[in-house]
């Protein structure tokens, strides 16, 4: 099934490439907090602000919104994911509506501590929100998406995420106090070479990262890696990791997410390159 899906050539070959520097972090402004959000203070200011526009929206989807808006502020989660329940039962929903769910699930996960589904979230809400979403909110997911993204070495994930904040003009002064970053992430975008990582997995043996190139391969691995998993647009599947191999992903498969499942700690250099003519 492997072979099928994905081609394999064993690793021969020479490549020029731009390395990411292993270190380099966004930094930390605020101290973390245990619920998940790193900025309570400010959530509790958007929560307040994030009001729906007259007319975008349905009077029931309204009523509902507003209520879990209010109990997300309040710490009352129970009864905001019971009207979360409401709000997706709702048929019809615009796009505008849509919107405002991934910015609701966004705050429901991030008050619960649950960061996998929290990123997700916000993942959804910059795919689908400027100019659906109140400014503020759209802002502050999106630049805690791209902290995440950028320090777990997403690059792929990254310039995704900067370019749908570009897209929020209200992004500008908080896309200025990480210039440096924002430049090497444009750099990585125009890149014509191969990009060479050299990752460490987390203590769950795990990293993931968005596929920017056709083509990718691991080489000085140290460690284990087990599995591949691919959530792509046409496309979601885990495959067994075969050893000193070039890998492709069939183009049908559109846009894919990897996630690596290793031995915990495991190092390995990840090399996205180019298609190589036949």
Known sequence: MFRSAILYSIFFLSFSSIVFAQGEK???????????????????RILNNAKLKANQSSSKFASLFNKAQKAVLNNDIKKAEELKVKLNALDGLSDYE?????????????????????????AKLLDTGAGQVQSDAFVEAGMRLL???YNNQDIGGSIQTLNNLRKDSGSQE??????????????????????????TVNENGVWSAKLMKPQFFFNAINGEVNTLGFNCTNKQTTLNYKPDSVMEIPEAWGSCTMK???KPNTTFNFVQSQKKAA
């Open 174 to 199: 908080e896309l200025m106090s990480i210039v440096s970053v924002v430049k090497k992430l444009d750099d990585f975008s125009e890149q014509q070479t191969d990009i060479v990582q050299k990752i």
């Open 26 to 44: 966004i930094p930390d402004t605020t101290t973390d907090m245990s619920a998940g959000f790193e900025r309570l203070d400010d959530l509790d």
């Open 147 to 149: 902290k995440r993204q």
């Open 98 to 122: 849509k919107s405002h769910l991934h910015l609701l699930d966004y705050w429901i996960y991030g008050k619960q501590g649950n960061k996998e589904l929290e990123f997700e979230s916000a």
């Open 260 to 262: 690596v499942n290793a």
